[in-house]
């Protein structure tokens, strides 16, 4: 049996494309290689949303161009953002890879590995999604559904508009059939992927067309769904009736990624976020006005072309004023091809790394702060396995995206009540709780 090994940058989107990518080889008669050393097809799901994922990746291939000289029949496939950015040209910087593919170009590996040239091939059309694909789960009671791909914002900062394409809605009912097939298969807990998920549906034709806050109600009514997670909505289309969703339906957790970017509007809108900060700050409290317990998480940028002192202060006011449960936190990187790339004004990179210490420690102090909140209550734990720093432990997640840290005896893939007896900015610690499994 011929072996494959997958190695995987970027965000969850691509982790599920190379979900993807494993089934069809699967199918395919491949077997899964532990290393890649020991494998006939070597493939790269890369990631380019900042220089730092393209230089990782790039120190990577090092190895695998070492494999293919000691044996060049060995297949290398480089498929994702990075690969649809560069296109052909991977083949003239990189000569030992076989085959290159954009995001939405998983299904052309098969087509290629059964092509009669093994060489220099590459496939980077947007066809939209692209078929059901079997996914190789890591977890067989979470999955992750892709409802849409492509994004139709015009971030200057960011790189994905062009390597994903234009946004195309997966059709409702498609969706609904695929959900309650996992749910069969023991998924309980679904995540919904886009890079736009709330703007869902808006370009399905009329007679197929339900919005974003419909499609969670219709989800939450599948038998054997107990979660359902999204990521990531935009805040300019955060609307009432998801807060409503959020605050009547069970399955729904109580967890928001909102992306914030930036705290200045006139950064906002050199951004080209389409929302400005009072914007931002009324849907926060929206959101708590409907779900007041709600965790919320945000993407922050500093450093954007022409932020001043004042820009980046206005950051932290809102920083402070929301009080996140987490923030991931990045310092802008100028990515080819973007319109933020060409700005003048260009920040120092001493002046970025300043105000990403300060920006850091202000999130930090929120995120322990918050999580201070659940010590001493009883929380949903989703069961994942053995503890990663205490092996006679179990580690879950809460609703509110915590990773939790217990004592107790449930398995994988259980619901259970733990009670939390402390905290740090990233995890809790507690104790299942015994009346839950005398309950269970
Ligand atoms: N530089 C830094 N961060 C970026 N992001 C996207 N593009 C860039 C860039 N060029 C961040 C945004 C986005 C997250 C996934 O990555 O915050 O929400
Ligand atoms: Fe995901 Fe963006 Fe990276 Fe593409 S560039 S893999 S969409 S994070």
């Not at 220099?120 to 999955?143: I, K, S, V």
């Not at 609307?239 to 006139?266: F, K, N, W």
């Amino acid at each position: 049996m011929p072996k494959y090994h997958v190695t995987t940058f970027g965000c969850q989107m691509n982790e599920h494309d190379s979900e993807r990518m494993k089934g069809m080889l699967e199918s395919l008669g491949y077997a899964e290689a532990a290393e890649q050393d020991d494998a006939d097809l070597i493939l790269f799901n890369t990631c380019s949303i900042r220089e730092t994922a393209d230089s990782k990746f790039v120190g990577h291939l090092g190895h695998a161009k070492r494999l293919k000289n000691e044996d060049p029949s060995r297949v290398v496939g480089v498929g994702g953002c990075w690969a649809q950015s560069v296109k052909d040209e991977v083949f003239e910087q990189f000569p030992f890879v076989d085959v290159a593919f954009g995001p939405g170009q998983v299904h052309k590996l098969a087509e290629f590995l059964n092509s009669d040239s093994l060489t220099a091939q590459g496939y980077f059309e947007f066809e939209g999604f692209t078929g059901d694909l079997p996914a190789h789960r890591e977890r067989e009671f979470q999955g992750w559904v892709q409802i849409s791909v492509g994004c139709n914002c015009v971030c200057s900062y960011c790189i994905v508009p062009s390597t994903r394409g234009r946004e195309v809605s997966r059709d409702p009912d498609d969706l609904i059939r695929e959900i309650a097939t996992m749910a069969g298969d023991g998924v309980r807990e679904v995540t919904l992927l886009g890079q736009n998920v709330n703007s869902y549906g808006r370009d399905l034709e009329k007679s197929r067309r339900i919005s974003f806050a419909e499609l969670l109600r219709e989800i939450d009514a599948i038998d054997g769904v107990d979660r359902i997670r999204y990521t990531s909505p935009h805040p300019k289309d955060m609307r009432e009736d998801v807060l409503r969703a959020h605050a009547e339906l069970p399955a729904l957790c109580e967890h928001i990624h909102l992306p914030l970017q930036s705290g200045s509007s006139a950064v906002l809108k050199a951004m080209k976020r389409t929302y400005d900060r009072e914007r931002f700050e009324d849907r926060v409290r929206l959101i708590r006005e409907f779900v007041p317990d709600c965790a919320l998480s945000t993407d922050i940028i500093v450093g954007f072309p022409g932020e001043t002192d004042a820009d980046f202060e206005q950051t932290l006011e809102v920083v402070e004023a929301t009080s996140f449960d987490s923030a991931f936190t990045f310092v802008y990187s100028p990515r080819r091809g973007t319109v933020a790339a060409e700005l003048p004004d260009q920040v120092p990179h001493e002046v970025k790394r300043e105000r990403m210490a300060r920006l850091v420690g202000l999130v930090q102090q929120h995120a322990l702060q918050r999580a201070h909140r659940f010590v001493g209550r009883d929380i949903e734990v989703l069961v994942e396995g053995a503890s990663r720093t205490d092996a006679a432990k179990l580690r879950g997640r809460s609703r509110h995206n915590k990773v939790v840290n217990f004592g107790g005896l449930a398995g994988a893939g259980e619901l259970t009540t733990v009670t939390v007896e402390s905290a740090t900015s990233q995890t809790l610690a507690g104790t299942e709780s015994l009346t839950a499994r005398a309950v269970a």
